[in-house]
């Protein structure tokens, strides 16, 4: 079994911005993105053994201005795709009150697993 949230880690790392895990825990730098798989599963079986491994992620880009949430949302798309994601939907979250800009976008990969 591959553990997605390190692959997505590994994925984002070409974006400089920060990171987190899930959720942020605070809004006060911005702008900062957050990610958690949605699920993974096996994909491709053979002799009861696991050959392929399916992921989905979830990714999410908070900023306090909405040009900067579409530009970082473009960055995040081009490394993710880049390194064999593809995006199955990416929308924009209504407006919070504290005046954040909130985009929501889901990946998914397919992961070869080594034999061992």
Not at 11 to 32: G, H, M, R, T
Not at 76 to 87: H, I, K, P
Request: with cysteine; glycine share 4%.
């Amino acid at each position: 079994m591959i553990d997605v949230n390190l692959e997505a880690e590994k994925s984002l790392s070409a974006v400089e911005c920060e990171k987190v895990y899930q959720y942020p825990q605070k809004f006060n730098k911005l702008p900062v993105i957050s990610y958690y798989t949605i699920s993974e599963k096996g994909a491709f079986y053979t002799d009861n053994s696991e050959h392929v491994q399916e992921g989905h992620i979830q990714i999410d880009v908070w900023s306090d201005a909405g040009a900067e949430c579409g530009r970082l949302s473009v960055k995040v798309n081009d490394a993710l795709t880049s390194d064999g994601w593809v995006r199955e939907m990416s929308m924009d979250v209504p407006k919070r009150e504290e005046k954040i800009y909130h985009r929501t976008m889901r990946f998914q990969k397919y992961f070869t697993l080594n034999d061992e």
